[in-house]
């Protein structure tokens, strides 16, 4: 089996990066992670490509005089490394048009709401002041505008009344862990297309069963 050569890029805490690292511990995982990059030198995400053994660097966008020398620094790293598929976890650098225009259809991120809602940063906060039911994250692939692109993955949680902002954070963060390694799978083994309306189709797509309610009925 050849795996699907990841990049992963990453700013901060690195959870998502993780949950990667872990499903490609598998062996039968038809997909693997050959580069991590970081923006920030301190980045706790390091670390843990550190201790898994794998190539890490540092591409840190202060020492660039603009956007685009930096995403193009990135994409080299990338491409020597013979990446295939660019998975953003956490990275919290706007990219250039001309980074998002050469990685097209080959660059997925992954966003704690249940897109095309609640597009941007503090989303938990805006979704318990808009007294939604159900929040969620959602994996898909990366257009120019931030947090649109064809969407291949998501997952929903209910809202309860005693949310905070952490709460309901903390129970996305379990739900993206699941559904950033099945995303990749799913683009791994050539299941995922994008038609000519910039959807993203799953070949073979198990419809889920049932419908939630919340508040659940009486
Ligand atoms: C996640 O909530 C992800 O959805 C968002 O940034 C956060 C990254 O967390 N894009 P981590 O660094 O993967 O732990």
Known sequence: MTRLRLGVL??????????????????TYPAEIVQVISNRPDAAGLTRAEAAGLPSLIVDHTAFPDRPAFDREMTQALEEA???LVCLAGFMRLLSDEFVDHWRD?????????????????????VLARGARFAGCTVHYVRKEMDTGPIIAQA??????DDTADS??????????RIYPLAVRLIAEGRVS??????????????????LLNPPEA
């Open 82 to 84: 013979s990446v295939e």
């Open 156 to 161: 929903a949680v209910p809202v309860r009344a």
């Open 106 to 126: 080959r660059m997925i991120n992954i966003h704690p709401s249940l897109l095309p809602a609640f597009k941007g940063l503090e989303v938990q906060e805006r």
């Open 168 to 177: 309901l954070a903390a129970r996305i963060l379990e739900q993206e862990h």
């Open 10 to 27: 990453i700013s901060g805490r690195g959870s998502n990066l993780q949950a990667l690292i872990e499903a490609t511990a598998d062996p």
């Open 194 to 211: 994008i038609d000519a309306g910039d959807r993203a189709r799953i070949a073979d797509w198990p419809t889920v069963p049932g419908v």
